[in-house]
C-alpha cells in the first residue's frame, strides 16, 4: 500500500483545513486508516483512526469535537476535515495504515509522507 497526504497549509487559528491522504492498493478496504502529527521537538502522536468499513471512528482527545475522519472506498481515500484550528495543531500530519484498530505509531504498517499544516494565532 502506497500512500501520498496532501492539503495542508498555512492557515490563522479558529479556521478549517481538510487533509486527504490517497491510497494505492487492493487491500485498502481491508486496513484501518489513521492520521498522526508530530510538531517540532515533539513525538509523533495519534489523532484519528477509522475502521475499514468506516463505522467506527476514535479520535484523540485533542481534536475530538474538532476533526472528523472519513474514509471513501471507493476513491481510495481518507480524509480529516480539521475545524476549529489552533497554533497547537501546528505540525506535520501523516496518513497511515494498519491491519488493526490502534493508536500506536509502531502498529502501523505504511506511511505517507507528511503534509504540513501550520496555524497562527
Known amino acids: 500500500v502506497q500512500l501520498q497526504a496532501y492539503g495542508g497549509g498555512l492557515v490563522q487559528a479558529g479556521g478549517s483545513l481538510r487533509l486527504s491522504c490517497a491510497a494505492s492498493?487492493?487491500?485498502?478496504?481491508?486496513?484501518?486508516m489513521g492520521w498522526f502529527r508530530q510538531a517540532p521537538g515533539k513525538e509523533r502522536e495519534f489523532v484519528a483512526v477509522i475502521t475499514g468499513s468506516a463505522s467506527t471512528t476514535y479520535y484523540a482527545d485533542s481534536v475530538k469535537g474538532r476533526f472528523t475522519i472519513s474514509r471513501d472506498g471507493a476513491k481510495n481515500t481518507v480524509a480529516l476535515q480539521m475545524n476549529g484550528l489552533r497554533p497547537e495543531d501546528t505540525a506535520v500530519y501523516y496518513c497511515a495504515a494498519s491491519p488493526g484498530g490502534t493508536v500506536l505509531p509502531r502498529k502501523y504498517d505504511y506511511w505517507g509522507r507528511g503534509t504540513l499544516v501550520t496555524v497562527s494565532s
Open positions: 492498493g487492493r487491500t485498502f478496504g481491508s486496513l484501518f
